[in-house]
T-cell receptor, first 115, second 111 residues
Framework: GDSVTQMEGPVTLSEEAFLTINCTYT??????LFWYVQYPGEGLQLLLK?????DKGSNKGFEATYRKETTSFHLEKGSVQVSDSAVYFC??????????????FGKGTKLSVKP | DAGITQSPRHKVTETGTPVTLRCHQT?????MYWYRQDPGHGLRLIHY???????DKGEVSDGYSVSRSKTEDFLLTLESATSSQTSVYFC??????????FGPGTRLTVT
């Protein structure tokens, strides 16, 4: 079945460091891909998305490019801040007629940014 | 934000008791979801609804039931709570572009 694999955490970085969180997927069709962020004590928030190959999603300095050839959607940020400390989830939705459009999540990667 | 509230936000209950969690949305979204979040498992889908009185099972539906009598409300019931159902429960709705919007969560402890 469809699945999403994320790099294991936790990831600890110093402020202004470069961030990469790896995400790869397995899907039958041509999924849409998402990154969600969960700040401590809160629900998940959509961070960015991409709906087709080579699309780049971006928001709040974060970027991810939909790579069909490597089935990947890695999250990057050039300079992290303490306020970026959170858990990040990669997710997909299958885009085909028989799909109910349910999200399939990775297990999440916890990021801690130190001042 | 999709205006999603969950109640209660925290609950402690004893094994064997019934528990109902409520999700309320103000966006008139057709699809609604219940997830549970556990360390090492990420989010797992329990049940979802694609309209009033239309529901279906997710990945981890055993021990849970749901009801949706109005567009805005989606109830999750644990008929007889067990310690394995101690978790954080999230409700979500789906927008027009398949993105999902999440509520703040309910922390349930079964003793």
């Amino acid at each position: 079945g469809d699945s999403v694999t994320q790099m294991e955490g936790p990831v600890t970085l110093s402020e202004e460091a470069f961030l990469t969180i790896n995400c790869t997927y397995t899907a039958t069709g041509y999924p849409s891909l998402f990154w969600y962020v969960q700040y401590p004590g809160e629900g998940l928030q959509l961070l960015l998305k991409a709906t087709k190959a080579d699309d780049k999603g971006s928001n709040k300095g974060f970027e991810a490019t939909y790579r069909k050839e490597t089935t990947s959607f890695h999250l990057e940020k050039g300079s992290v801040q303490v306020s970026d400390s959170a858990v990040y989830f990669c997710a997909l939705i299958e885009n085909y007629g028989g799909s109910q459009g349910n999200l399939i999540f990775g297990k999440g990667t916890k990021l801690s940014v130190k001042p | 934000d999709a205006g999603i509230t969950q109640s209660p936000r925290h609950k402690v209950t004893e094994t064997g008791t019934p528990v109902t969690l409520r999700c309320h949305q103000t966006e008139n979204h057709r699809y609604m979801y219940w997830y549970r979040q556990d360390p090492g498992h990420g989010l797992r889908l329990i049940h979802y609804s694609y309209g009033v009185k239309d529901t279906d099972k997710g990945e981890v539906s055993d021990g849970y039931s749901v009801s949706r009598s109005k567009t805005e409300d989606f109830l999750l019931t644990l008929e007889s709570a067990t310690s394995s159902q101690t978790s954080v429960y999230f409700c979500a709705t789906r927008g027009s572009s398949y993105e999902q919007y999440f509520g703040p969560g309910t922390r349930l402890t079964v003793t």
